[in-house]
């Protein structure tokens, strides 16, 4: 009954988002705006078809109703509720049922907030956005169905993979990622849009920059998530290993950042439109790109768990949408052109384009690495893979070139910037830089990527520090605030600028974090009998006891534990354990992580002997990985600050970009020119 | 307070080349640096027949090896483990001082990165197991599961 509900939902929500692209391409070229509120409420209808769908399987999973060949596959009759209903997303057909479903609740959410709007544009807007669902729902009716069935129906389900039962960060990381991916279609709708009416100004620049940023946020967030999940559940001891899925979310992060950098400049100077919109095009085809590799079985992963025939289509979808939006920028490259003059070689602008060739950089190199094994099986049949050394020792110099332009570009004024700014702006930073090496290399730090890293971070750190107590000062001393007062009216009248500072902030952390945890974690493997200890790096690890059992949540399912104490930096008592699932042939690890700021201290059973109670453990002491994730969510919160809306909202049309180009902006400290803009 | 230099601007036309000049250097040396180092970051991924079928060639290059781990064949102790991968035409041995980061079993699917010794035994840097409910023998398409990089 319910799989049937979904099923047919899903059939009547490919009907309604065709006649919603139909409309939208009839009401926009009539200007009929009867017939674009139908399209309007076609989509709404599209969402609400896609939440029944969405219900229907989740209600189904939870009362496991085995006739559908997807829950037979992904769920059994002891799988606790928690994974059931997350199980929603934990394969292929039941992930794009989701994707249609966050899909449709953002293109929802923009038609709505824009109804009475931007109207030239928002009807082409509403047309790429349906294509998408009508391209989502279609691959739900043919290739990728999510409620087919099976008969006989089976008694018992399979149970869901193995590894993603394991940790209730199944339940965040997914969802964050694919709110990311799916937002993602939004500045593509409003890039395509702006490219057919030809109004591609400052306008859909504002629009498109803000919902960039939100999904930046989201996808993000899922990216540092999934580290993390990778981080506890894997049991290898680190959180980010260059697996084509993981580099498929990279992606386009990658290019929405050069795009949120690269916006600025077109923004602020009328100049690199071309490049911000071939940016916002290649942001979406990755989007889908990442599906195509991880879901068509052309690349295996760690999450290829599903293979299907819905590879082809994903193929043409990125043929469609790269051929024809290029083709499209193409043709109305004539309306693109610069206004603006061409940046200096010392100014904001420059910063911002060497920025976005090292992101595009990266870019690159992950790309060219991801597909390489795909370029091998189409001309030779050879299988490689690339290795992690590739992407280390191209990507660490970029990002490390990438961290120098963080501090550079916004102390450099817009324009042009003289000798004296340059020196004023920067002889303290430098000088923090040699005193953070000095002071890492007499503490006995020898290995270059940290001290480079480290480096870095004193220089950007006291550029950003230096120009946050310019502003505060300035403003305090001109209205008469204190300076925490002055720094907050200072942050909520120049939301972006500020914003941006956290972000960066953020990423400091992260790259600080990044460098130590991968050189100079310390581990070692030890077998233990029962009262035996071993040590590492301060820590003290003694094994009390193996005990082998049914878990509790779920008795299909033995778990090998090692119950253990360690004393040292932190102390207490820890179990690491293997559980074997019935429908996986290898056991997967249950590492125990005891987190503190300075350290984990992470232990994996690797093997273990019932008749002496004796165990193998990998033991891992990792510095400061903690602080990745608390950098990621700086990064996340200085993001939200960046594009909350301030209240005082100025009219939707921007100053004229000449008005603003006129402020002698290279002889005045910027904070102080934004303290005059914002007052 | 002293007045900065003027700044003399080259004319426009010529700040557009010598920007495009700098960003051209920049993506050249990447793309240079990503081409030449990647021949040497490939590992190829063979089953127990085609590694045999390369012979000496196969010698000292990093492989991954895939295959089933041979039933009676593990000998394992608190630093080394030796076991025989077969795709049930060939059968290797392997041998490693690297412990699985999950425990690997007989008879199930496991996947080794290191090379081929002249003794004929491979050396494995790293013993990965499979996670894959439906594992089979590698017998054609893919590059199998999941790199646990090893620091």
Redesign the interface.
């Known amino acids: 009954m319910l799989p049937s509900l979904g099923h047919v939902a899903i059939l009547i929500g490919l009907a309604v988002s065709l006649y919603a692209a139909v409309a939208f391409v009839l009401g926009g070229r009539g200007r009929d705006a009867v017939l674009l509120a139908t399209a309007r409420q076609a989509m709404y209808a599209a969402f609400g078809l896609a939440f029944i769908a969405c219900a229907a399987m989740v209600i189904s999973l939870l009362t496991h109703d085995f006739s559908v060949a997807y829950i037979a596959r992904n769920n059994a009759t002891t799988t606790p509720p928690f994974y059931s209903i997350i199980s929603l997303w934990a394969a292929l057909e039941g992930s794009i049922l989701f994707w249609t479903l966050l899909t449709l609740g953002w293109a929802s959410l923009v038609l709505y907030r824009y109804r009475a709007r931007h109207t030239a544009l928002m009807p082409w807007v509403g047309m790429s956005l349906a294509l998408v669902a009508v391209f989502l729902f279609s691959v739900m009716v043919w290739p990728g169905n999510p409620f087919s069935r099976i008969t006989p129906v089976p008694l018992e389900g399979s149970g869901p993979n193995a590894l993603l039962q394991n940790h209730p960060f199944m339940g965040l990381h997914p969802p964050l990622l694919y709110l990311g991916y799916t937002g993602l279609s939004v500045p593509f709708a409003f890039g395509i849009a702006a490219l057919l009416t030809r109004r591609t100004d400052e306008e859909w620049l504002g629009v498109v920059r803000r919902w960039t940023i939100i999904p930046w946020i989201f996808l993000s967030l899922g990216i540092v998530a999934g580290a993390w999940w990778s981080y506890e559940v894997l049991g290898w001891g680190g959180y980010w290993a260059w697996d084509p899925v993981e580099n498929a979310a990279l992606l386009p992060w990658l290019t929405a950042t050069a795009f949120i950098h690269s916006s600025m400049v077109a923004e602020r100077r009328g100049t690199l439109k071309v490049w911000s919109m071939a940016l916002v095009i290649a942001t979406f085809v990755l989007t889908i790109l990442g599906t195509f590799l991880t879901r068509s079985g052309v690349v295996q992963s760690v999450h290829s768990f599903t293979q299907s025939a819905i590879g082809p289509w994903f193929l043409g979808a990125i043929v469609l949408a790269l051929g024809g939006s290029l083709a499209l920028l193409l043709w109305r490259l004539p309306d693109l052109g610069d206004r603006g003059d061409p940046p200096r070689a010392v100014s904001r602008e420059s910063a911002f384009l060497f920025n976005n060739v090292l992101f595009l950089g990266v870019t690159f190199v992950v790309l060219f690495g991801t597909l390489m094994p795909l370029i091998f099986q189409a001309t030779g049949g050879q299988r490689i893979s690339v290795g992690t050394p590739y992407y280390n020792g191209l990507n660490v110099p970029i990002f490390g070139a990438l961290l120098f332009l963080m501090g550079v570009g916004p102390a450099l004024p817009w324009g042009t910037a003289s000798w004296r700014t340059v020196r004023e702006r920067f002889t303290l930073p430098i000088v923090a830089a040699a005193g953070v090496l000095v002071a890492a290399v007499a503490l006995g730090m020898r290995q270059p990527a940290p001290l480079l890293t480290l480096g870095l971070a004193g220089f950007v750190g006291t550029v950003m520090g230096d120009e946050l107590l310019r502003g505060a000062r300035s403003r305090a001393r001109v209205r008469g605030e204190a300076p925490a007062t002055a720094l907050w009216h200072l942050a909520t009248r120049n939301r972006r600028r500020y914003g941006g500072y956290v972000v960066h902030f953020g990423v400091l952390v992260m790259a600080i974090a990044v460098a130590i945890s991968s050189t100079m974690a310390r581990q070692t493997t030890v077998t233990l009998r029962p009262g035996q200890s071993a040590t590492l790096a301060g820590y003290t690890l003694t094994h009390d006891r193996l005990v082998i059992e049914p878990l509790a949540e779920d008795a299909r399912v033995t778990e090998t534990r090692a119950e253990m104490t360690f004393a040292g930096p932190q102390s207490g008592t820890l179990a690491t354990a293997l559980r074997d699932y019935p429908n996986s042939t290898a056991a997967i690890a249950t590492p125990a992580v005891r987190t503190a700021l300075g350290e984990d201290l992470y232990v994996t059973l690797l093997s273990s002997d019932p008749k002496t109670g004796s165990v193998t453990v990998r033991v891992f002491v990792n510095p400061m990985v903690v602080w990745i994730w608390i950098g990621g969510a700086i990064l996340g919160l200085g993001a939200a600050f960046a594009i909350w809306p301030d209240g005082r909202r100025i009219p939707a049309v921007l100053p004229a970009p000449e008005a603003r180009r006129a402020e002698p902006a290279a002889s005045v400290p910027a904070p102080v020119s934004a303290t005059m803009e914002g007052s | 307070m002293t007045l ?2 003027p ?1 003399v ?2 004319p ?1 036309r010529g ?2 080349w ?2 495009i000049g ?2 051209a250097v ?2 050249a040396v ?2 240079y ?2 081409f030449s ?2 021949g ?7 089953t127990p027949t085609e590694l045999h079928a390369r012979g000496a060639a196969a010698y000292g290059k ?1 492989i ?1 090896l895939g295959g089933l781990v041979e039933a009676g064949s593990v000998r ?1 102790d ?2 080394e483990l030796t076991f025989v991968l077969t795709d049930e035409t060939t059968r290797i041995t392997v041998h490693s001082s ?8 007989e ?3 496991a996947v080794v990165e290191g090379e081929l010794r002249p003794n004929g035994v491979f050396e494995a840097s790293q013993v990965l ?5 439906n ?1 089979v023998a590698p017998s054609g ?9 090893t ?1």
């Open positions: 900065a230099p700044v601007p080259l426009s700040r557009r010598g920007l700098a960003v920049v993506a990447i793309g640096f990503a180092s990647i040497s970051a490939l590992v190829y991924y063979l990093p991954r394992n608190a630093s690297e412990l699985p980061t999950s425990s690997f079993r008879g199930a699917g197991v499979k996670h894959d409910e594992y398409s893919a590059v199998p599961s999941h790199v646990a990089p620091y």
